[in-house]
Structure formats: structure tokens, C-alpha cells
């Protein structure tokens, strides 16, 4: 259920309407708007009851039913387009934003590796207009005798990338023992595409407050992901990025199936920022650049992109790495195609700067 509040409700009203929902036994999230606060009420089963006796109290205009069953991530419950911001809690030189107008580009290799890899990249994809460093330290790998990750000094590695550059990192968490060690690290947690329906794991994330990239997993709908979603926010954390990552269809062209539809379908559907991997979705590097570019065209907020200075070197997912001149290539024409649909490309402004 959503409390829509008078434009010119006072303070003391929304408070009030906060308290008697919280009297009746449910959670009230109160939403500021840019006309109106609107509070969405969740944390009953089905109808409220007293629903009536709500909707007279002072301020309250209406009271909307929300018939999806995920509402904190709705659109329904916020209209407004909710926009992402990196660095704050951690403190980097070039905080970057995901979900306003620019289109923000995240980039980086698939996992650390050593010190000069994850610099010798990081630095080429700043240059390059990434706004974002990636960079996996605990990897999950299909196969158990495949490369995991440099764990803890992946993570150190990550932190130098950051301060050499002054850009935020995102880094996966893949369980809730290594959640304070990555929280020390991380300006944004990667929860992947196997661990998206990791219910224990999206509530610890919530409790978190920090920024959280949610990658659809690959046999999940998008009513699944934003269901995932709904845990994150329903523990208090309203920092949530959408990624679509290709799911697993019939066809065995691709590593996977990108599925460009989700992006403006989940646009419709929530107000969290929603952006595509090119990378995991294709598997192949010849085939990300012509992805990324159709999904900065279908109106996604963002791309995730994995580049490496030596892919045939990798230690994983060599096959799809883009080398930093494709990568570069590549934001140019991106540039040109968000311009197209009135959108900028976000840039590393300050961090460029002499
Ligand atoms: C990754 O980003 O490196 C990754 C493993 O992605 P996904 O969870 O989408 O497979
Ligand atoms: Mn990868």
C-alpha cells in the first residue's frame, strides 16, 4: 500500500502517518518526491484493514493500493528514477553516480591478478572515460578447480587501483564471513548472477547501507531480480543498481542471451538504475562493443565492461576482455549513441583534471 501526503503536508504529519502505521503493526518507508512525500507501507500479507482510517488522518490525499509484489522497487511506490552515488562512505577523489542522466561506465578485469595488471588497466580505462574500476577477488567459478581469486590481497590491490586513479571500485561478494573484510574495501558490493536469489546474503548486503550491484541471475525473470532487489531496500538500503547479464535461453550462439528487453521494461517497472554487462552476456570480445552500444541505445543507465591489457593472458574470462584501445573505441561510440537519446556519458571530470 502507498500513502500519497498532500503536497504542503507538514513534517509533523508525515511523522504522524509514519507512527500509526507503525501502531498497526506494519513498516512505513516514507519517500520524499520532488511535488509530494509519498510512504509506502509494507510488512502485511495481503489488504490492510485499518486502511481507512489511515486515509483520514491529517495530510493524507490518497491511498493507493500496490498490486505488484514487490513494492519498495517499484514505481508504483516512487516515481522518481532513484540515482546511485559511489564513494561517499569510503572516500575516493572522483565519486561517480549511476541512474541520473549520464551514462555511467564501470570498468575493469574480471578478477586481480597482481599489482601491475590491476594498475596498468585501471589506468587505461580512466583515461579511457570509465567513471568505475571492477575487479573480482573472490570469484565464483563454475568449476572448483578453476582460479578463485587473490581473496584479501585482491582486495588491497583493488584499494591501490582506487587511490592511484580516485575512482570507486565494485567487487563481488560471495558470502556473509567475508562481508566486513570486503565492506573495508568496497565502494559498491557486486552480488552476482549465481548468488542473486542468495536470500541470506541480499539481507546482509541491506543491512550494509552500502551501494549494492545486483546481477540478474540467468534463469531468473525480471519479477525474480526485482523481488532480490525488494530484500536489499526492505533492510534499509535504498542503494541499488540493476544488471542485466544475459540469461540462459535455447540458443548457444553466445555465452549467453542478452536480454535487452529487461532494460526498458525494468525502467517501467522500478525507479532503481538498471545496466547491462556486454561482456558475460556475449562471452566473446568481438561482440561486446556492438552490445554495449545497443544497450546505451536501449536506455540502460550504465555498462559494466571487462578489459584486460593482455586478454590471451587472463586468469579468467580472457575470451571476452576488451583491450584498451577497443575499450576506448568504444566509449566513443557509445558517447555519440547516448547523445542520440539526449543522455551525456558520465566522466571522471575531476580525477582527469592536471
Ligand atoms: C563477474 O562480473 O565477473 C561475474 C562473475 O558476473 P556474473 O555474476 O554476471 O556471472
Ligand atoms: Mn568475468
Redesign the pocket.
Known sequence: MLIVMDAHATAAQIAHVCQAVGELGYSAHPMPGPTRTAIGITGNQGPIADAGRIARLPGVREIIRVTAPYKLVSREFREADTVVRLGAELGVATPAEIGGAAVAVIAGP?TVESREQMLEVAHAVRQAGAVMLRG?AY??RTSPYAFQGLGAEGLQLLAEAREATGLPVVT?IMDTETLPLVLSYADML?V???NMQNYPLLRAVGRSGRPVLL?RGFAATVKDLLLAAEYILAEGNPNVVLCE?GIRTFDDGARFTLDLHAVPLIKQLSHLPVIV?PS?ASGRADRVVPLARAAVAAGADGLIVEVHHAPAFAAC?GEQALTPPTFAAMMGQVERIAAAIDRPIATPAAALAP
Do not use: L, N, T, V
Request: a positive charge; hydrophobic letters at 5%.
Open positions: 574480471c573480482g570469484k565464483p563481488e557486486q552476482g548472477a549465481r546481477k547479464r554487462d558475460h574470462d
